[in-house]
C-alpha cells in the first residue's frame, strides 16, 4: 500500500501551476457581474447570463469565483448573508448553476467541473443545500438506456444537421467507441429532462447550447467545435413551445449577445493573468 508521494515525484507536481486560477478581485468581479447582468435584464435573458458566467468561470478556472457568483445573485449585498433572497429563488438559481456546471463536463471535462462544482458547494448555505435534489436521475439502467440513447440521437440531430449523419460516422471512424460515448453522454448530460420543469435545475435546449458556447470560447483553440455550437443555439428557434427567453437567445442577436457577454467576463477575469504573463517576460 502507497501511504506517501516519493519526494522527487511530490516535488515535481508542484510545478508547472498545479492550482486553479484565484478569483479576480471583488470589485473587478461584481463590475463585469452587474454590466452584463443588466444586460442580460434588458434582454429578459438572466437565466441564459447566469448559464454562460458559470460555464465561463469554470472553464477559465476559476473555481472561486464560482462561489462569487452565486452570492451576487443570491443576496442584494454579496457580502451580507442578511440580505439573502427567498430560499425558493435562491434554490432555482443554486440548480441552474449547478447543472450548468455539470453539463460542461460534456466539453471541459471532468477535473475543472469538479474544482467548480466544488466552489459551488462551498458557497451554499446548509438550507439551500438540503433544498438541492439528493437523488440521481440519470443512472443509466436496462429500463432507461435505451431511452438515453435515443434522447442523445435528437440531440445530436437536432444540432449538427444537415450534416448530422456525415459526422457522425466521421466521429466513429476516429474511435469505434467514441461516437456511441458521445451519443450517451448528450442524452444523459447534454440533453433536457424529459419532464421539463418538473425537474429542479433543468436546462432547455437553447440553454444547453449557451453552455456548449460559453465553454467552448472560453477554452479557445477550437474554433470548428465552437461554430457547430453556435450552429446549435441557432437551430434551438426550431424547438416547439420555446418561451421568450430562449427565443431571444436562438435569434441571431441573441446568439451573438451570449459569445460578447461570454468574452466580456473572460476578459474581466483573465485580465490579471495576462498581466502576471507579461510581467514575466
Not at 470560447?217 to 474554433?223: D, H, K, Q, T, Y
Request: with cysteine.
Amino acid at each position: 500500500m502507497v501511504k506517501h508521494l516519493p519526494p522527487a515525484v511530490k516535488h515535481l507536481l508542484t510545478l508547472r501551476n498545479p492550482e486553479a486560477w484565484p478569483s479576480p478581485s471583488l470589485g473587478k468581479l461584481h463590475s463585469v457581474f452587474n454590466r452584463t447582468l443588466n444586460e442580460a435584464k434588458q434582454r429578459n435573458a438572466e437565466n441564459g447570463w447566469l448559464v454562460l458566467s458559470t460555464c465561463t468561470l469554470l472553464t477559465t478556472n476559476r473555481p472561486s469565483s464560482v462561489g462569487h457568483l452565486y452570492r451576487f445573485v443570491t443576496r442584494s449585498d454579496p457580502s451580507l448573508l442578511e440580505s439573502r433572497k427567498s430560499l425558493a429563488e435562491v434554490v432555482y438559481k443554486a440548480a441552474i448553476m449547478r447543472e450548468a456546471a455539470l453539463k460542461s463536463v460534456i466539453f471541459v471535462g471532468v477535473p475543472r467541473t469538479i474544482l467548480s462544482l466544488t466552489g459551488l458547494k462551498d458557497a451554499l448555505e446548509e438550507d439551500v443545500y438540503a433544498a438541492l435534489r439528493k437523488n440521481s436521475i440519470r443512472e443509466a439502467t436496462p429500463q432507461t438506456i435505451e431511452a438515453t440513447v435515443a434522447r442523445g440521437q435528437a440531440l445530436w440531430n437536432s444540432i449538427y444537421q444537415p450534416h448530422a449523419v456525415k459526422l457522425y460516422n466521421k466521429l466513429g471512424d476516429l474511435h469505434p467507441d467514441f461516437i456511441k460515448f458521445i451519443i450517451q453522454a448528450y442524452g444523459t448530460v447534454l440533453s433536457p429532462f424529459p419532464r421539463g420543469d418538473l425537474e429542479q435545475g433543468n436546462l432547455t435546449r437553447a440553454l444547453g447550447s449557451v453552455v456548449g458556447i460559453a465553454t467552448l470560447r472560453a477554452e479557445s483553440r477550437v474554433g470548428p467545435q465552437l461554430i457547430s455550437h453556435v450552429f446549435g443555439l441557432l437551430k434551438a428557434r426550431n424547438e416547439e413551445n420555446l418561451n421568450d427567453e430562449d427565443k431571444y437567445l436562438s435569434s441571431d442577436e441573441g446568439t451573438e449577445w451570449v459569445v460578447r457577454t461570454v468574452d466580456e467576463i473572460i476578459d474581466a477575469v483573465t485580465s490579471e493573468e495576462a498581466s502576471l504573463a507579461k510581467g514575466k517576460l
